[in-house]
């Protein structure tokens, strides 16, 4: 067990439709960032937020967004869906800078 | 372009056999990731190499950082069943943490 909660574990839901991903980080990670996994792409970063700032932008697309709450908890917000952005959706902490990183589960989500 | 190319893309043996992957950037890592990620699950850390030509083993797996710290590879002996996985190379690029596309690993009893 990583310590990284992700919720939902599984999403399914239709093109049009907005969507948002939550993850708790490991306790005391401050950093958490957030990926997109497909069979074709691999692992996408998207964003990164420490203690609450972005940090970090990769790959994100506009219709996505992204927030750190004060308790450190983050979420990943989709809309306007699209089929293409069926994927497997991670999120990540990190006690730091360069730290190795500690993932959950993941969201896996369909857009049909 | 990829900027982390890891190679093989898949790999099938038998189990007993020695493998090596590797993962190739054209760019300077001050260090490197490697990760085991399998089905259903999040990508969990197997070890970092930090220092140019810095070899590090866990139990029958071994991890080299190339001299000019732009490439890295992974040894397995003997590989078993249990190792089977998507292996994953990664490394800083300022506070972006990027990914190689991974080798899945397919050992076969």
């Known amino acids: 067990d990583s310590g990284v909660t992700q919720t939902p574990k599984h999403l399914i839901t239709a093109t049009g439709q907005r969507v948002t991903l939550r993850c708790s980080p490991r306790?005391?990670?401050?950093?958490v960032y957030w990926y997109q996994q497909s069979l074709d792409q691999g692992l996408q970063f998207l964003i990164q937020?420490?203690?609450?700032?972005?940090?970090a932008k990769g790959n994100i697309l506009e219709r996505f967004s992204a927030q750190q709450f004060p308790d450190l908890h983050s979420e990943l917000n989709l809309s306007s869906l699209e089929l293409g952005d069926s994927a497997l959706y991670f999120c990540?902490?990190?006690?730091?800078?360069?730290?190795?990183?500690?993932f959950g589960n993941g969201t896996r989500l369909t857009v049909t | 372009t990829q900027l982390l190319e890891q190679s093989p893309q898949f790999l099938s043996i038998q189990e007993g056999e020695n493998l090596t992957v590797y993962c190739n950037s054209s760019?300077?890592?001050?260090?490197l990731q490697w990760y085991r990620q399998e089905p259903g699950e999040g990508p969990v850390l197997l070890v970092t190499?930090?220092?140019?030509?810095e070899v590090k083993k866990l139990k029958r797996l071994t991890f080299q950082f190339g001299d000019a710290r732009k490439d890295s590879s992974l040894h397995i002996t003997a590989a078993q069943p249990g190792d089977t996985g998507l292996y994953l190379c990664?490394?800083?690029?300022?506070?972006?943490?990027?990914f190689g596309k991974g080798t899945r690993l397919h050992i076969l009893p």
């Open positions: 990540a902490s990190s006690v730091s800078r360069y730290s190795p990183l500690h």
């Open positions: 306790s005391g990670d401050l950093s």
């Open positions: 937020y420490y203690n609450g700032e972005e940090r």
């Open positions: 760019s300077v890592f001050s260090s």
């Open positions: 190499v930090v220092t140019g030509g």
């Open positions: 990664a490394g800083a690029r300022g506070d972006k943490i990027i």
